[in-house]
């Protein structure tokens, strides 16, 4: 079984937003959610969909899953006080609809990168059949420095080294399960992703190369540039360019 854990527990403090969460913005009608939960519902290999969603939201979301008609989405959990809890959370709750934990799959994705495709979930699941994980990735585009405390560059990193770290980031449950409770028995919960978790106890991390525009919604520039993809998207498949 494939399933597709999406975390939306942010409330969106850099988005500038007093009262919706940014996962919950609408772009011609449609909420950023909803963009990124269509992508794992029609895709033909993802079974199910678990959802760790901000706890006051959670009806809200309810009420979308059945308007938008998502028929895969088996859960919806109440995320955590961090990133990390919020998916240990939604990987509890994929775990009680997997019947072999040690073959099954979880993609852990963001509710606000909706600009995930097709082609990168099928090639993630194939991935951790052949590789064991499969952590979705993009090319860096700039110059990247490391400095000391007193601001001063210690060093230039050569980018032909580097990869941006992205979504979706995908395990055997079994695997992503234990991670997660060696650091809940150590009592660490500051782990900024899943590669970063894996990484730390161990685990061998593949790569899968991404498209560019899979960006993370977080700040008002991230919405007008997700506008502008949505928009050259529509416009291409109108005009057949």
């Given at each position: 079984m494939?399933?597709?854990v999406?975390?939306?527990g942010?409330i969106?403090?850099?988005?500038?937003?007093?009262?919706?969460p940014k996962q919950f913005?609408?772009l011609?009608?449609k909420?950023?959610?909803v963009y990124?939960?269509?992508?794992?519902e029609?895709?033909?290999?993802i079974d199910g969909?678990v959802i760790?969603c901000?706890?006051?939201?959670?009806?809200?979301?309810?009420d979308?899953?059945g308007?938008y008609?998502?028929?895969?989405?088996?859960?919806v959990?109440s995320?955590?006080n961090?990133?990390?809890?919020?998916i240990?959370?939604?990987l509890c709750a994929?775990?009680?609809?997997?019947?072999?934990?040690?073959?099954?799959?979880v993609?852990?994705?963001d509710?606000v990168?909706p600009?995930?495709d097709?082609?990168?979930?099928?090639?993630?699941?194939?991935?951790?059949?052949?590789?064991?994980?499969?952590i979705?990735v993009?090319?860096?585009?700039?110059?990247?420095?490391r400095v000391d405390?007193c601001e001063?560059?210690?060093?230039v990193?050569?980018?032909?080294?580097c990869?941006m770290a992205r979504?979706?980031?995908?395990?055997y449950?079994?695997d992503i399960?234990?991670?997660?409770?060696?650091?809940?028995?150590?009592?660490?919960?500051?782990f900024i992703?899943?590669?970063?978790?894996?990484k730390?106890?161990g685990?061998?991390l593949?790569?899968v190369?991404?498209?560019?525009e899979n960006?993370?919604?977080?700040t008002?520039?991230?919405?007008?540039?997700?506008k502008a993809?949505i928009?050259?998207?529509e416009?291409s498949?109108?005009f057949?360019?």
């Amino acid at each position: 079984m494939n399933i597709a854990v999406v975390f939306a527990g942010g409330i969106g403090k850099r988005m500038n937003t007093k009262a919706l969460p940014k996962q919950f913005l609408k772009l011609y009608g449609k909420e950023i959610i909803v963009y990124t939960l269509e992508q794992f519902e029609e895709n033909e290999e993802i079974d199910g969909i678990v959802i760790a969603c901000v706890e006051p939201w959670i009806s809200y979301l309810n009420d979308l899953i059945g308007k938008y008609n998502l028929r895969k989405v088996f859960d919806v959990v109440s995320g955590g006080n961090t990133g990390q809890e919020s998916i240990y959370n939604g990987l509890c709750a994929a775990n009680k609809y997997c019947k072999n934990i040690k073959n099954d799959i979880v993609l852990i994705h963001d509710g606000v990168r909706p600009l995930i495709d097709q082609d990168t979930i099928t090639r993630c699941i194939r991935s951790v059949k052949a590789r064991g994980s499969a952590i979705t990735v993009a090319p860096v585009v700039e110059t990247i420095i490391r400095v000391d405390e007193c601001e001063q560059i210690k060093d230039v990193i050569e980018r032909s080294e580097c990869l941006m770290a992205r979504a979706p980031q995908c395990f055997y449950l079994n695997d992503i399960m234990m991670a997660h409770k060696f650091a809940l028995n150590e009592g660490k919960n500051d782990f900024i992703d899943s590669a970063s978790l894996m990484k730390y106890y161990g685990y061998d991390l593949a790569v899968v190369d991404g498209p560019v525009e899979n960006i993370k919604i977080t700040t008002p520039m991230d919405f007008y540039l997700f506008k502008a993809l949505i928009e050259a998207k529509e416009s291409s498949q109108l005009f057949g360019i």
